[in-house]
């Protein structure tokens, strides 16, 4: 079946570090793939997505590149702020069933 | 639009005692998903109805769970008798459609605590 695997946290960062948690996936077809965010307390937001091989998801400075050969995607952020500590998750979805990561705490400190 | 509402966002319970937690999707879309999140299994789907109809309920985790969808604006996750192993937080969400390049949106849980 479809599953995801992301790297393991926690990962602690200072303030304007270069932030990459990995993400691979194995699934048939050809699946869409998300980033999403969690913060302290709250439910899940979409960070960002691509649909399709090569595909490149960007948004608030985080960006992803849908990568076929080699079923990744990674996220990454040039420079990290305190608010973007988070927990973040890694998901596809292959029809109509998202299967999310374990996810990776990420805190920066200022 | 309000997003994803779900209530309550906390709840308490007594072991053996019936909850039930209620979602309002996002007007307009078709497809709603209840998930669960605790921390030995992660995020986990539960059920997923399209259309008002349940499609897909593999993810209940034994008879206790019920799941309804009586109308496209309304839906019910009930636990009776409820367990402590059932403490978590409850997740629904809602999407325009079912397809896999269409979003998810996700409400703001109901964090359950049975003691």
């Known amino acids: 079946g479809d599953s995801v695997t992301q790297m393991e946290g926690p990962v602690t960062l200072s303030e304007e570090a270069f932030l990459t948690i990995n993400c691979t996936y194995t699934?048939?077809?050809?699946?869409?793939l998300f980033w999403y965010v969690q913060y302290p307390g709250e439910g899940l937001q979409l960070l960002l997505k691509?649909?399709?091989?090569?595909d490149k998801g960007s948004n608030k400075g985080f960006e992803a590149t849908y990568r076929k050969e080699t079923t990744s995607f990674h996220l990454e952020k040039g420079s990290v702020q305190v608010s973007d500590s988070a927990v973040y998750f890694c998901a596809l979805r292959g029809d109509y069933k998202l299967s999310f990561g374990a996810g990776t705490t990420v805190t920066v400190r200022a | 639009d309000a997003g994803v509402i779900q209530s309550p966002r906390h709840e308490v319970t007594e072991m053996g005692q019936e909850v039930t937690l209620r979602c309002k999707p996002i007007s307009g879309h078709n497809s709603l998903f209840w998930y669960r999140q605790t921390m030995m299994r992660g995020l986990e789907l539960l059920i997923y109805f399209n259309n008002n109809v349940p499609i897909d309920d593999s993810g209940m985790p034994e008879d206790r769970f019920s799941a309804k969808m009586p109308n496209a604006s309304f839906s019910t996750l009930k636990i009776q008798p409820s367990e402590p192993r059932d403490s978590a937080v409850y997740f629904c969400?809602?999407?325009?459609?079912?397809?896999?390049?269409?979003?998810?949106?996700f409400g703001p849980g109901t964090r359950l605590t049975v003691t």
């Open positions: 699934a048939t077809g050809y699946p869409s």
């Open positions: 691509a649909t399709k091989a090569d």
């Open positions: 969400a809602s999407s325009l459609e079912a397809g896999p390049s269409y979003e998810q949106y």
